[in-house]
């Protein structure tokens, strides 16, 4: 049973940094890309950032690149999303989650998941203006 649990969320203000942490279990960890996604209210679950089974690849949605990082510790089980120069716009519930990739949809770059359908309890990050 594949579990995942999301961390290091909260409320910052406008600029600030954040760093989430995501621990799974009950899968190959080191065999999957991992993800981050998330969801603003009201609106749909979108990814965020994707990084390869190795570490050796990153991807972003335009939106965040160049201020999120995402990482891994594969002995850890462990992915993590470094969040700086925060905006209010980031507002939104994180989740992690496996099997991601980059892709181009209608000409914009979107981070999509290929399988699973499981969902952690996610962490909340709040940026006041």
């Known amino acids: 049973q594949v579990q995942v649990v999301e961390s290091g969320g909260g409320l910052v203000q406008a600029g600030g940094s954040l760093r989430l942490s995501c621990t799974a279990s009950g899968l190959t960890f080191d065999d999957l890309a991992m993800g981050w996604f998330r969801q603003a209210p009201g609106k749909e679950r979108e990814g965020v950032a994707c990084?390869?089974?190795?570490?050796?690849?990153?991807y972003y949605i335009d939106s965040v690149r160049g201020r999120f990082r995402i990482s891994r510790d594969n002995a850890k089980n462990t992915v993590y999303l470094q969040m700086n120069s925060l905006k209010p716009e980031d507002t939104a519930m994180y989740y992690c989650?496996?099997?991601?990739?980059?892709?181009?949809?209608?000409?914009?770059?979107?981070?999509?998941?290929?399988?699973?359908?499981?969902w952690g309890q996610g962490t909340m990050v709040t940026v006041s203006s």
């Open positions: 989650a496996a099997a991601c990739r980059a892709a181009v949809l209608g000409g914009v770059n979107r981070i999509v998941r290929d399988s699973g359908n499981y």
């Open positions: 990084i390869s089974w190795h570490g050796e690849s990153q």
